[in-house]
């Protein structure tokens, strides 16, 4: 059992011809932990990432804010604070929803940038600080970035494979003209 993240644009776009879990769209857990696993008063590898290819990572982290897809009334459990009113905490949800939405051109343009810039910089993986529950996997994950070679399965993906099926899936949300994009977590 995992989470998988997928990206997603509102109003929601994918048609028929889009597969999520096909392989040149699908990104790996391995990218979902990388993205989420930030841990207080800690440079996490993925901001070590962004300082070494000159990326400024955050607007990746604001895609991780969407709030889940649940009933209305599940939102005041999950969002909302004493003696607030359904209207203020589905406000607030909305706040954080388009918060969350960021730029089609702007993601497209630091995965480029991450992407280009650790494949010129063929052992950053040696230079990254790893936590130490994720020094082996994560190293393993990093290898081979500039491999460009489609995986058979994406559990299979590196780092590098996540980014270009990162670019595909923009490609398709840029194709039907969409604007903002998100992380959804199933």
């Given at each position: 059992?995992?989470?998988d993240?997928?990206?997603?644009?509102e109003?929601?776009?994918?048609?028929?011809?889009f597969?999520?879990?096909?392989?040149?769209?699908?990104l790996s857990r391995?990218?979902?932990?990388?993205?989420?696993d930030m841990?207080?008063g800690?440079n996490?590898?993925?901001?070590?990432l962004?300082?070494?290819?000159?990326?400024?990572?955050?607007?990746?982290?604001?895609m991780c804010?969407?709030?889940?897809?649940?009933?209305?009334?599940?939102?005041?459990?999950?969002?909302?604070?004493p003696?607030e009113?359904?209207?203020e905490?589905?406000?607030?949800?909305?706040?954080?929803?388009?918060?969350s939405?960021q730029s089609l051109d702007?993601i497209?343009l630091?995965v480029h940038?991450?992407?280009?810039?650790?494949?010129h910089?063929?052992?950053?993986f040696?230079?990254v600080?790893y936590s130490?529950?994720?020094?082996?996997?994560?190293k393993?994950y990093f290898k081979?970035?500039e491999n460009?070679?489609?995986s058979?399965?994406?559990?299979?993906n590196?780092?590098?494979r996540?980014?270009?099926?990162f670019l595909?899936?923009?490609e398709?949300?840029?194709?039907?003209?969409?604007e903002?994009v998100f992380f959804?977590f199933?």
């Open positions: 059992m995992g989470v993240i997928h990206i997603k644009t109003p929601d776009i994918f048609e028929a011809d597969e999520q879990n096909d392989h040149k769209y699908r391995q990218f979902c932990w990388l993205i989420t841990k207080a800690t996490s590898e993925l901001f070590q962004g300082d070494f290819t000159n990326t400024d990572i955050h607007p990746l982290i604001k804010d969407y709030p889940p897809e649940v009933p209305p009334d599940r939102y005041r459990f999950l969002y909302g604070k003696n009113s359904d209207e905490v589905l406000a607030r949800v909305n706040q954080m929803k388009q918060a939405q702007t497209e630091l940038k991450l992407l280009l810039g650790l494949v910089q063929s052992n950053f040696e230079k600080v130490n529950q994720n020094k082996y996997w994560l393993s081979g970035v460009d070679a489609p058979q399965n994406f559990m299979d590196n780092l590098g996540d980014l270009r099926n595909n899936t923009l398709y949300i840029r194709s039907k003209k969409g903002q959804r199933l």
